[in-house]
C-alpha cells in the first residue's frame, strides 16, 4: 500500500503548501531499473504560512524502499543555513540508527550538545517495503572456553538489539582489583567486541575497564535484573570499605553505581547473593543481619540493617572459607529465606526474613537446621506445589552425607524433592534455575560436581512431584570438554528454550532441558514489532493491519514444526495468538488487529532436525512486517533570525540497494518579521536641461527638484521627470509600482518590479505640451509588498517625493 495524503501537525498547524511536493525520483547510480528506485517524499508543517524568523519547521521524509534485496541504506539531509537543527529531535524509525555530524561529513552515533549541521539515518539491513524487522535467530549454541579464569559464576543472558545472544559472567570470590566480569557471544564462541576481556568492576559508574577495579564479588554471586531496564543487572558488591548493591549494564557495557549498605568491620565483611521482593532488594551479611535496598528510589531501605535471621558464617578468620558468606537466597510466598554454612563444630541453617514486618518470620523465631554438623550449602531454592505456586524453601547440603531439606513457608517440615536427595556424599550443589515449560510444568535443574562426578544436572518436576521425564538423573555431558564440566548452574534462554550453563571449568555450553543433550538443537528468536513507531508525523492512519512473520535463511526441511513454536503477545503482555507454522515456515498474522493490539512480541522456538542453516557463519533471521505507508524520518529546526534568510530550502539524500535517490525540494517562505521590514525611499527629480538626449536614461541632466526660470518656455514645453526607487531595509520588496499623483505616464513606465536590499530602479517619464504662466509640482511615491508576506497583506508606501518645473514664473 502506497497512499498520498495531507499532513497537519494539529488544529493549529496549516500545512504549507509549496511546489514540487511530487516525488522526484533519485538518479540509479548501479545500473538499477529506474522503476524499481527507492524515493524520498519531504513535507513540512510550520505554525505559519510563511514561517516566521525563529519559528519552528517540523520535516518529514517518507521513505519508500523500492529495492529486491536485503541490503545497507543510509537517509543524509545537510541542513543549510538559514535554519539550525534542534538539539533531540531526530527520529528514526525502528531498526535504523541516528546520526549527526558538525561539519557535514563525518557523522557520529553520539549527538553533539550543538552544532549539528547535518543528520543521518543508517539501515545495515534494510528490507523492500520498510515496514518488517528482523532478530537473528540464535544458532545450536556449541561449547566453547570461555576466559573465566576457571572462576566464572552461572552465566548472564543478554540480547543485542540485533537478536545475538551473549553470555555474562562474574567470577566469583575475586579481589578488588583483579579482573571479573567476562562477555561471550555463544553464536560464534568468541568473546565479545570492545576487549581485552575480563575487566575489573568498580563503584564508578562509566565503561568497563581492563584496571582499576574496586569491587571484591561473593563466594555464591545471585544476581536481580532492573524491572524497567532488564540489561542492568544488581549484584552483591564488596568493597574494603562496605557492603552493598552494584550495578552492571550489559547493554552499555559499563558499571551503572554502587550503593554502600553497610560498613565492613567485625563480623561484616562479605554478603550473601541478592534477591528481590516487593520491590526491593535484601542480601545477608556474613555477621547474619539482612540489608535492603529500594529498586525504584535507588536508596537504602529506612531502618536497615535488620536483625538477623541466620547465625554468622564467613566471619571467623579461623574458620574455612573465612572471610566469604557460604549460603544463599531465595524468595517464596513473599517471604525472604536465607542459608547460612557456620561449620566449625555447628549445623547449617535456614531463616526466614519477612519484609512486611522487616523481621523474622513468624514461626522462624529460630533458624531451622538443614543437616549434620560441618555440612555447608551453595544453594537455597524455592519448593512449589503441583500448581507451580511457591509453599517453602529448600537446601541441599554437601558433606560426608549430602543433605536435602525442606520446610514450609511457616516453618514446618516439607518432604524434599525426590530428584535432589540421591546425591552421594561430597557431591556440590548449586541454586537451581526454574523453568516453567511450554507444558506449563515447573521444574528446576540443579547444578551439580564433586564426589565423583566431573558435572552433571538434575531436574525435578514439581507439578508431578518427581524426577523429570525423559531427563536422565543426573544428566553428564561428555561431548564436553570430555565431560569436565564442573557446572555452577544454569540460565534459561525462553527464546530457544534452551539452558546455557557455565562452571568451574570455564566452559561455556548448552542443554537441551527436555532431554540433557548437549548442544542444545534449538535455535528461536523474537522480534517486537510497534507499527506506530515507524511514523513521527503525528499521523494515526499508517497502519492497516500485521502481515507475517517468516524464518529467513531456514530451510524448511531443517526444522521440526510439529514439535516447535510461535507465541505472539501484544504490548499488555496478553498472549493474543499461539499459531503454527505454515509448510514454508511463515506465520500469518493478518488475522491480528493492529488497533487492540498495538505491538506484538513474536517469539519462535524452533526445534531443529539439524544446523546446516547456521554453517559457515551464515545468520538466519526472524523477520515480522506490517502494512501500512513507507516509514519515516524527522527532525526540527529553527528559522534564522537574520533578516537574510527570506526561505528555507531543504532536499535530502539517499542509497539502498536500488541505488541513490534523492527527495524533492521543499522550500519554506521566511515572513519579515518587525525588525525585518523593508524601507523604500523614493526621491522625484526633474531634468534641468533643454536637450532630451540629456534627460533619458544615464543622461547627464542636471537632475534637480527645481528648475530655473523659464524651462517650460512661455507656453508649451516638456517636463522630463525621473523617479528614483531605492530599498534602504534589510528585506526584498516586490510587486513595486510608482503611484503617482500628476501624471499617470510615470506609473507606466515604472511597470512592476522587485527590489534586492540595497537595490535601486529609476523610471524616467515626461509630461508633455505644458500650457502655463506657472510652476508646475508633480509628486510620486512607490507601492510595494514586503517579499513573504501572508496572502492578503495590503501593499505599503513610500513617503512621497516632488519636484518643480517652472515656466515663466517660479514660486518658492
Not at 526474613?353 to 523465631?365: E, H, I, K, L, Q
Not at 512449589?384 to 537446601?395: L, P, Q, R, T
Amino acid at each position: 500500500m502506497r497512499r498520498s495524503r495531507s499532513r497537519t501537525l494539529s488544529t493549529l498547524v496549516v500545512p504549507l503548501v509549496v511546489a514540487g511536493t511530487l516525488v522526484v525520483p533519485g538518479t540509479v547510480t548501479a545500473g538499477a531499473d529506474p522503476l524499481a528506485v527507492s524515493t524520498l517524499t519531504k513535507s513540512v508543517r510550520t505554525a505559519t504560512t510563511p514561517v516566521d524568523h525563529g519559528g519552528t519547521a517540523v520535516w518529514t521524509l517518507d521513505y519508500d524502499n523500492n529495492s529486491t534485496a536485503t541490503g545497507a541504506a543510509t537517509i543524509t539531509d545537510q541542513i543549510a543555513s538559514t535554519h539550525a537543527y534542534i538539539p533531540g529531535a531526530l527520529r528514526v524509525p525502528p531498526g535504523w540508527t541516528p546520526q549527526w555530524s558538525t561539519d557535514g561529513t563525518t557523522f557520529q552515533n553520539s549527538e553533539p550538545a550543538s552544532g549539528t549541521v547535518a543528520v543521518r539515518a543508517t539501515n545495515p539491513a534494510a528490507r523492500p517495503g520498510g515496514t518488517a524487522l528482523a532478530s537473528q535467530l540464535t544458532p545450536p549454541v556449541q561449547a566453547a572456553a570461555t576466559a573465566t579464569g576457571g572462576d566464572g559464576f552461572t552465566p548472564l543472558l543478554h540480547r543485542t538489539p540485533s537478536g545475538s545472544l551473549q553470555a555474562w559472567n562474574i567470577f566469583h570470590h575475586a579481589g578488588p582489583t583483579a579482573p571479573k566480569v567476562v562477555c561471550s557471544e555463544l553464536a560464534t564462541g568468541t568473546l565479545c567486541a570492545g576487549g581485552p576481556w575480563p575487566k575489573v568492576l568498580s563503584t564508578a559508574g562509566g565503561p568497563l575497564q581492563a584496571s582499576g577495579g574496586d569491587v571484591i564479588s561473593p563466594l555464591e554471586p545471585q544476581y536481580v535484573r532492573d524491572p524497567v531496564a532488564p540489561h542492568q543487572v544488581y549484584y552483591a558488591a564488596i568493597t574494603t570499605a562496605s557492603v552493598g548493591v552494584g550495578c552492571l549494564d550489559l547493554a552499555a557495557v559499563a558499571n551503572c553505581g554502587y550503593w554502600p549498605l553497610l560498613a565492613t568491620g567485625g563480623p561484616v565483611n562479605n554478603l550473601a547473593g541478592l534477591v528481590e521482593a516487593n520491590g526491593n532488594l535484601y542480601g545477608v551479611a556474613t555477621s547474619g543481619v539482612v540489608v535492603c535496598w529500594n529498586i525504584a528510589a535507588k536508596a537504602a531501605c529506612g531502618g536497615q540493617p535488620y536483625a538477623a535471621v541466620v547465625p554468622p558464617n564467613g566471619h571467623t578468620p579461623s574458620a574455612p572459607g573465612a572471610v566469604y558468606y557460604l549460603g544463599a537466597m531465595t524468595v517464596a510466598g513473599g517471604k525472604v529465606f536465607a542459608s547460612s554454612s557456620p561449620q566449625a563444630g555447628q549445623v547449617p541453617a535456614m531463616g526466614c526474613f519477612d519484609p512486611a514486618t522487616n523481621a523474622a518470620c513468624s514461626g522462624w523465631v529460630s533458624p531451622r537446621p538443614l543437616g549434620p554438623a560441618d555440612n555447608y550449602t551453595y544453594n537455597a531454592y524455592t519448593a512449589y506445589d503441583s500448581g507451580g505456586a511457591a509453599v517453602g524453601a529448600c537446601a541441599t547440603t554437601t558433606g560426608p552425607t549430602d543433605v536435602t531439606t525442606c520446610y514450609t513457608l511457616a516453618g514446618g517440615p516439607l518432604a524434599p524433592p525426590s530428584a535432589f536427595t540421591t546425591l552421594g556424599g561430597g557431591v556440590l550443589a548449586f541454586t537451581p534455575e526454574v523453568v516453567v515449560g511450554p507444558d506449563g510444568h515447573t521444574r528446576s535443574y540443579l547444578a551439580v560436581w564433586g564426589g565423583g562426578i566431573a558435572g552433571a544436572a538434575l531436574c525435578h518436576d514439581w507439578t508431578t512431584g518427581a524426577g523429570c521425564a525423559g531427563f536422565p538423573n543426573p544428566a553428564t555431558h561428555p561431548t564436553v570438554n570430555g565431560g569436565a564440566t564442573r557446572d555452577y548452574g544454569y540460565a534459561y534462554d525462553a527464546t530457544t528454550g534452551c539452558l546455557i550453563g557455565l562452571g568451574d571449568a570455564g566452559v561455556l555450553f548448552s542443554m537441551d532441558p527436555a532431554t540433557g543433550g548437549s548442544p542444545c538443537a534449538r535455535s528461536g528468536a523474537a522480534v517486537t514489532l510497534t507499527p506506530s513507531a515507524f511514523y513521527c508525523d503525528a499521523d494515526t492512519d499508517h497502519v492497516t493491519g500485521y502481515g507475517f512473520a517468516r524464518l529467513e535463511g531456514i530451510t524448511p526441511a531443517n526444522v521440526n514444526f510439529a514439535a516447535s513454536s510461535v507465541s505472539v503477545v501484544d504490548q499488555n503482555g496478553a498472549v493474543v495468538a499461539t499459531p503454527g507454522f505454515a509448510p514454508d515456515g511463515s506465520v500469518d498474522l493478518r488475522g491480528v488487529s493492529a488497533t487492540a493490539h498495538t505491538s506484538l512480541t513474536v517469539t519462535t522456538r524452533l526445534v531443529l532436525n539439524n544446523g546446516a542453516d547456521f554453517s559457515g557463519g551464515a545468520k538466519p533471521n526472524l523477520v515480522v512486517d506490517f502494512v501500512g505507508d513507507p516509514p519515516q524520518v524527522c527532525f526540527k529546526t529553527t528559522v534564522a533570525t537574520a533578516c537574510t534568510a527570506t526561505d528555507v530550502v531543504n532536499t535530502a539524500t539517499g542509497t539502498d540497494a536500488s541505488g541513490s535517490f534523492s527527495s524533492n525540494t521543499v522550500s519554506v517562505p521566511v515572513a519579515p518579521g518587525a525588525a525585518c521590514q523593508p524601507v523604500v525611499r523614493t526621491e522625484k527629480e526633474i531634468c534641468a536641461s533643454h536637450h532630451a538626449a540629456d534627460c533619458g536614461p544615464g543622461g547627464a541632466g542636471p537632475w534637480v527638484k527645481q528648475t530655473p526660470v523659464g524651462l517650460l518656455g512661455a507656453l508649451f514645453g516638456t517636463a522630463r521627470w525621473r523617479i528614483t526607487i531605492t530599498n534602504d531595509g534589510p528585506v526584498a520588496v516586490d510587486d513595486v509600482t510608482v503611484y503617482d499623483l500628476d501624471e499617470p505616464s510615470c506609473e507606466t513606465a515604472g511597470g512592476t518590479f522587485s527590489l534586492a536590499p540595497g537595490q535601486s530602479k529609476q523610471v524616467y517619464c515626461s509630461t508633455y505640451a505644458v500650457i502655463t504662466l506657472f510652476p508646475i509640482t508633480n509628486h510620486a511615491k512607490a507601492k510595494y509588498t514586503p517579499r513573504n508576506s501572508p496572502a492578503g497583506t495590503q501593499p505599503s508606501y513610500s513617503p512621497y517625493s516632488s519636484a518643480k518645473a517652472c515656466a515663466l514664473f517660479c514660486n518658492n
